[in-house]
Structures are given as C-alpha cells and as structure tokens.
C-alpha cells in the first residue's frame, strides 16, 4: 500500500467541493492505488462550516477504501499543513452581468494569506492548482507570497475551457469527442481566451479541413468557448459546478501523469507573446508527476497573433490592478 498523499481543499463544502471530494476520494485524480487524506479548509462562517461537517459525514458514508482520513478546519495553517496539493477552489463565484475579473478585489486577498500559509507549512513537494476566479491572476498573487516554493509548482485552472473547445469541435464535426486532439488554451480564463483550432486535429486531419468553415472557427467557436461559464450562469443560475470539478480532476491527472499533453495556466517566461510573470493557460507537456515543461513548438498565424495579445493585455491589466497584493 502506498503512502497517502495529503490533499488540502478550500470552499470544500462549496458547490465545485460537493462534486470534488468524491471524485478524489474514489481515486479519480490520483489514481486506483493511490490513498489519500483530505484537508478540507472552509471560512470561518458557521453555515459553512457545519455544512462541512456534512459534507464529511458522507464522505464517512461511502466507505472509500482509499480515503484514509478527514480534517476539517476553518484554520488555513492546519488545513495546508503538509498537503502535497493544495487545491484552492474557495473564493466567491460571479453572478449574472459580471465578468470573472470583477471579483479581484474580493477575491484576490484570500490568495496572499493562502500563498503566505502554503508556503510556510505545506509538504517540500507540494503543487497548487487555483480555481477560485479569476484564477491565473489568483494564481499569480498566491505565487507571488511564495520564498520557499518555486512558481511553477503554482497552476491555475484552464483544462474546463479545453474540455469546453474539444466538445464544441466534436459537435460541429459530427464525430465522437475522442477523435478530436491537440486542442489547447492560450491566456486567461476569461472569455479572451484563445482556443488555438488551428493545431487541433479531428480523427488524425488537421481540424480546419475538417471543419472548413474559418469564419465558424475564428467567431462564433471562440465566442462560445469563451462565453461558455456565463452561458451557464444565465441557464443555471449558479456558476458550474459539476464541470469545473471535473475539469480540475482532468487538470491534477494529467499533472500527474507522465507525458500527458494539456493545458495548464503558468507563469509566462515570455513564450508565445506572453509578457513575463503573468499566468497564461498553455499547452504543456508533464514531464515527471507534478512537473512539467512548456511545449514551445507551435506557430502562431496572424489571426492566432492578435488573440494572444488580446489576452495577454487582458492579463497585464489584471496584474496592474492587483500590483498592492503581489509580494
Ligand atoms: P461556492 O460559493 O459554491 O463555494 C465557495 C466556497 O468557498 C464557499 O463554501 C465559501 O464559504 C468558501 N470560501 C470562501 N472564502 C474562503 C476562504 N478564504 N477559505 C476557504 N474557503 C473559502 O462557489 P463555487 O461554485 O464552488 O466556485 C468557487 C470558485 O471557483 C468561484 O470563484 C468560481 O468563480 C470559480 N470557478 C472557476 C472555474 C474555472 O474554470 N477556473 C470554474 C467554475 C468556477
Ligand atoms: C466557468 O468558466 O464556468 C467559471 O469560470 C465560472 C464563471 O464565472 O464563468
């Protein structure tokens, strides 16, 4: 039996918590043999808390054979405390009208008390995946708190518009989902967000053949991909859930999964016209569990060139908004 890995999570009795734990306790994001102990971090509200303790309670009810133990905790030191991966997920979600963007303010410092904490106490090994929005500057912040841990241990969140760009093609072509590949995100998880069609391939064939239909790719696919969280939010009337849970469970898989191929929002080393330091969504490539590079091969066509540097705007104004909370 191998060692358990200690998996902190904050909003854990949130919405996107309620569809996570299960999934990680049942072995989906680490793996059948893999046991696991969560860290489960909530605000210190007591609506939220007690209805942490339910959340536990069910977990209890399921009898995982791999959950080998709960703490639940309104105190981020205890709740980091030696976590290999710390999953920040807690931070308030948008409404209807609002951009993800409107909430740095509000969201934005609970990164740097979280960055500051992880950093003190959690495992010499551990990994950060932020979904909490808007989640590459979140990401951002909390790395910025960071002495001990290097920022690429710091991910932020864009596998759930990959997902959202791999569907979207497969309908338009009218195959099976899996045929599609090599769909990857560039830049920020907010509707300028770039979903690169022109390397995806449908069924070995480049994706543009297939589909030949440009004005189709370059409008409304990137519009949808792009608007798909507030398309939810008018449908739904709550923000996803159940899909960004998966999202991050395909996010954490795949970081673990030597020679995955993702999408992952990392620190910009000035790639792909990315400005330096800021977090931009990419494709990488894992290299060993929980490291990875960034695939640095594809080229960027006139039309690709001007996304980019749509989001990389987007994302330098987001970083100069929040300059008071970087460290
Ligand atoms: P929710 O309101 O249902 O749950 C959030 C939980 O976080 C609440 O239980 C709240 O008490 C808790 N929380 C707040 N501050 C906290 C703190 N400092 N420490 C620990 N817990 C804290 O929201 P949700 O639907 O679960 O969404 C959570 C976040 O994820 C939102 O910001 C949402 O916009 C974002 N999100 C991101 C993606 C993505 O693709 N990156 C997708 C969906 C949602
Ligand atoms: C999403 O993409 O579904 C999330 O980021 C939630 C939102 O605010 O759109």
């Not at 507030?230 to 999202?247: D, E, K, L, M, P």
């Amino acid at each position: 039996m191998k060692t358990p890995i200690r998996v902190a999570v904050t909003g854990a009795a949130g919405q996107i918590g309620y569809s996570l734990l299960f999934r990680i306790a049942s072995g989906a994001m680490f793996g059948p043999d893999q046991p696991v102990i969560l860290q489960l971090i909530e605000a210190p509200i007591e609506k939220a808390l007690k209805a942490l303790e339910g959340v536990a309670m069910e977990l209890d009810d399921c009898a995982f054979p791999l959950l080998k133990g709960i703490v639940q905790t309104a105190d981020a030191s205890i709740g980091f405390k030696d976590a290999n991966w710390c999953l920040l997920v807690g931070a308030k979600p948008r409404g209807p009208g609002m951009e993800r963007a409107d909430l740095l303010k509000d969201n934005g410092k609970i990164f740097i008390g979280q960055g500051q904490i992880i950093d003190a106490v959690a495992a010499a090994d551990a990994r950060i995946a932020v979904v909490g929005n808007p989640a590459n500057t979140n990401c951002m912040i909390a790395a910025s708190q960071a002495k001990r841990l290097p920022a690429e241990r710091f991910t932020a969140m864009v596998r759930l518009d990959q997902n959202r760009a791999q569907s979207q093609l497969a309908k338009k072509a009218g195959v099976d989902l899996t045929a599609v590949k090599d769909i990857f995100i560039y830049g920020n998880h907010s509707p300028t967000m770039f979903p690169a069609f022109a390397h995806a391939t449908i069924g070995g064939q480049p994706a543009t053949k297939v589909i030949n239909d440009d004005p189709w790719l370059q409008g409304p696919f990137c519009e949808t991909v792009g608007k798909r969280g507030a398309a939810i939010i008018a449908a739904r009337g709550a923000s996803s859930a159940a899909s960004a849970a998966n999202a991050l469970v395909d996010h954490v898989r795949s970081l673990v999964t030597p020679g995955a191929i993702h999408s992952v929002a990392v620190k910009s080393q000035g790639l792909y016209g990315f400005d330096a330091n800021v977090w931009a969504g990419m494709p990488v490539r894992t290299t060993t569990a929980g490291s990875y590079e960034v695939i640095t091969g594809y080229a960027m066509d006139a039309f690709a060139q001007s996304k980019i540097a749509a989001t990389n705007k987007e994302l330098v104004e987001e970083r100069a908004f929040v300059a008071d909370m970087i460290a």
